[in-house]
């Protein structure tokens, strides 16, 4: 009988139904309804924008980087789509434009930075990121510019319990997952992320996939810092580095079974674990946990998935790669045998 096989993504969605489990337990005891329309609608709008964020963070970590510059990107595009937008249902199309545009930009700078320099995506979106937040403190002191009335719209029209900007953030995720499965580009990925020296003696421009999954993380999180613009009406040149959605993000994407080294994962084991943050992030609000102990819950919940998914690589090693130990012989040849040709008599009688 063919044993099942158990893939992150199957454990990640085991460990997302027992917080839910867990979370709806909990939320009874304080005497409230977990399934609620009003519960349900916090953690769906907890979920979209990380969901934005760490969709595009997934990309990257395949390629075998990493990116801390989401957060100022997230600020950035806040500011600059409410300054263009001042409120004017006329300054939507224009704003989401350049919006984009700039942030794209910023993503393409990160992929050029590695792949061109060969600076690790940590160290180069780091210094980005440090660029950005000058930046932004510099030239805005407070909040800037206005949602109009039609872009607020997104965060507050609802298809029954679920919001409209969260079916926006499934619609990035279905096309991520259409690219990384059915597309060239998508296994250039991977490929790159698995090995870039391998890719590249293939035959790959091992560039192009790098800039393209930075480039695209931008733009998404571009796109969440549209989305909070929606939902605060003003643009907030802090709103990003508060959520501390650069850590978030890509503890989302590991938590969801991504290697951080690169070359295997995906967009919906990414989803589980933002999900698995946001309900947590509700239950322990319900039962009005210190802030830091939040911290010291996610800590723990991300070292153990890690740890289990460390042992489950190790426990499916081929035995073919297992090392005989410095006392093992090798065994004796049955009577009668031919001798190989070169062992010595000597090697005959070391073997008996």
Not at 7 to 32: C, D, K, M, N
Not at 65 to 76: E, G, K
Request: aromatic share 4%.
């Amino acid at each position: 009988m063919s044993r099942v096989r158990v893939t992150s993504t199957t454990i990640v969605y085991g460990v997302l139904l027992v917080v839910v489990v867990a979370a709806a337990v909990v939320t009874a005891g304080r005497g409230r309804n977990f399934f609620s329309t009003g519960n349900l609608d916090n953690v769906l709008t907890a979920t979209t924008i990380l969901g934005l964020i760490a969709i595009g963070q997934t990309l990257v970590i395949l390629v075998g980087s990493l990116d801390l510059s989401v957060p100022y990107v997230v600020s950035l595009a806040s500011v600059v789509g409410g300054g263009i937008m001042a409120g004017q249902a006329g300054g939507i199309v224009p704003a989401l434009l350049v919006t984009l545009v700039v942030c794209g930009l910023v993503g393409a700078v990160n992929g050029a930075i590695v792949a061109g320099l060969h600076v690790h995506g940590f160290i180069a979106t780091l210094g980005t990121g440090l660029v950005l937040s000058g930046y932004l403190g510099s030239t805005y002191q407070g909040s800037s510019g206005l949602a109009a009335f039609e872009w607020r719209l997104l965060d507050a029209t609802r298809l029954g319990p679920v919001p409209m900007a969260f079916l926006l953030m499934l619609g990035c995720a279905g096309l991520a997952v259409l690219v990384l499965r059915r597309t060239r580009l998508g296994h250039h990925l991977y490929a790159v992320g698995g090995n870039s020296e391998v890719a590249r003696m293939s035959g790959l421009r091992t560039a192009v996939p790098v800039v393209v999954a930075h480039t695209t993380c931008s733009v998404l999180s571009g796109l969440a810092g549209l989305v909070l613009l929606a939902r605060l009406g003003v643009g907030q040149p802090t709103v990003g580095s508060q959520g501390g959605y650069d850590l978030m993000s890509i503890a989302a994407v590991v938590l969801g079974g991504t290697l951080l080294a690169g070359g295997k994962g995906n967009i919906a084991g990414t989803l589980a674990g933002v999900a698995i943050f946001a309900v947590l992030d509700n239950a322990m609000g319900v039962m009005e946990l210190n802030p830091f102990l939040k911290d010291v819950v996610r800590g723990v919940v991300i070292v153990v998935a890690v740890a289990v998914y460390a042992r489950r690589e190790l426990d499916r090693r081929p035995a073919r790669f297992d090392r005989p130990s410095a006392g093992d012989a090798p065994p004796a040849p049955p009577p009668g045998a031919a001798t190989p040709a070169g062992t010595t008599d000597k090697t005959l009688e070391a073997s008996r």
